[in-house]
């Protein structure tokens, strides 16, 4: 798996607008973006713009990743 950092817009803290990842399978496939904001986690699978993503807040992943 190759993860990329696509946009850096933070200082110390992640704010609104976070962080965003390009992930690539390792035939280097683009299979999409994940996007990290103080709010919540968003895959958007291909090309899926950033809205029509897939949204969990910190605290459903965290119990996600705790019960797994």
């Known amino acids: ?30 299979l999409g973006d994940l996007f990290l904001s103080k709010k919540e986690l968003v895959w958007c699978k291909g090309k899926t713009q950033r809205k029509q993503g897939e949204k969990i807040d910190w605290e459903e992943f965290i119990q996600f990743m705790n019960n797994r």
């Open 1 to 30: 798996m190759k993860v990329a950092i696509k946009s850096l817009d933070v200082s110390i803290e992640v704010k609104n607008n976070g962080i965003e990842f390009e992930v690539r399978n390792n035939k280097n496939e683009f």
